[in-house]
C-alpha cells in the first residue's frame, strides 16, 4: 500500500458556465503546482449536469472533455443529450418551470449533436477504491440522478439511503449547495455547484477529497472567483434564456 495519501478533486454542475469552470480547473492545476508531486490530486472527477441555464454549453463540454475527465451523467446532461422534453428537475413554482423549460429547449437547440452523443455515452456513477475507502460517486443520489439529497432532509430519510449506499465515503451534487456530514458510517458529501451556486456565495465551487494511507478522509470545500459579469452578459445577450440565470449567478442563487 502506498503511503502518501490520495487527492482527489471532485466538481459538479457546470451548467454552462465555461468561465467559472476555467477557474476551478486553472485552482486544481494551482494545487497541482504549488502543493508539489506529492500534494497533487491524482485525478479529477466531475459529478455531471455540464449544461443548462448557462450560455456557454458547448464550450463548458469541451473544457470537461477535452481533457478526458471521468464524467457521471447528471439529469441535464441526459435531458439535452436525448433531447427530451424534461430535464427533470424540481420546480418550485409555475414561473420557474416555465424558465427551466426555455431554458432546456434553447439548450437542445444550440449544443451540437457531437456533444449531445459525447453526454449520452456518460455513465450513471462511479465507484472507486482508494486506500480501501469505498468511494461511490453519484449525480444526485444512489438511488436517482434526480434526487435532491440536501443537508436538512428528513434524518430518518438520510440514514436509510446512507444504508443502502455501499460506500464509506457518497459524493454527489445536484443541489448546488455543498454540505458534508457522516451519517450511518457513510460520509456524505455534496460537492455543490461550479456554474450556478444556490448557498449564497457566487463563487465558483469544489471539493479536494484527501485520503490517507490508513483511511482517514478529509474534505476542504474549495471557491474560486470568476468573471462572473462576462457570464451575466453572455446569458442575458442569448436570446431565449431568461435573464433570471443571470441574476442567479450575480447572487449565488439569491436573485428574488
Known amino acids: 500500500m502506498s503511503s502518501s495519501p ?18 476551478v480547473l486553472a485552482d486544481i492545476d494551482t494545487v497541482r503546482s504549488t502543493a508539489g508531486e506529492a500534494m497533487a490530486p ?5 459529478l455531471g449536469d455540464l449544461v443548462g441555464y448557462g450560455a456557454r454549453p458547448n464550450e463548458s463540454i469541451d473544457l470537461i472533455r477535452d481533457r478526458a475527465i471521468p464524467t457521471i451523467m447528471g439529469n441535464y446532461d441526459d435531458g439535452v443529450g436525448f433531447d427530451r422534453d424534461d430535464c427533470g428537475c424540481a420546480y418550485k413554482d409555475d414561473n420557474e418551470r416555465e424558465r427551466g423549460q426555455q431554458s432546456l429547449m434553447w439548450t437542445r437547440s444550440v449544443v451540437t449533436d ?14 472507486l477504491d482508494v486506500h480501501g475507502v469505498r468511494l461511490r460517486l453519484v449525480h444526485g443520489s444512489p438511488r436517482r440522478m434526480n434526487e435532491y439529497l440536501f443537508a436538512d432532509r428528513d434524518p430518518a430519510s438520510l440514514a436509510r439511503i446512507a444504508r443502502s449506499a455501499d460506500c464509506d465515503v457518497l459524493l454527489f451534487g445536484h443541489t448546488h449547495i455543498p454540505w458534508s456530514r457522516r451519517i450511518e458510517d457513510v460520509l456524505m458529501v455534496n460537492t455543490g455547484s461550479v456554474g450556478k451556486p444556490k448557498d ?14 490508513g483511511g482517514e478522509v478529509t474534505v476542504e470545500m474549495r471557491r474560486v472567483t470568476y468573471d462572473i459579469p462576462a457570464m451575466a452578459t453572455a446569458i442575458r445577450a442569448a436570446p431565449g434564456l431568461p435573464d433570471h440565470y443571470a441574476a442567479d449567478i450575480e447572487t449565488g442563487g439569491r436573485a428574488p
Request: aromatic share 4%; charged share 20%.
Open 114 to 127: 457531437d456533444r449531445k452523443a459525447w453526454l449520452r455515452s456518460l455513465p450513471p456513477e462511479v465507484r
Open 6 to 23: 490520495a487527492r482527489l478533486a471532485i466538481l459538479s454542475d457546470i451548467h454552462g458556465n465555461s468561465a467559472a469552470t476555467e477557474a
Open 42 to 46: 491524482s485525478a479529477i472527477h466531475c
Open 200 to 213: 449564497g456565495d457566487p463563487r465558483a465551487g469544489w471539493v479536494l477529497l484527501t485520503i490517507g494511507p
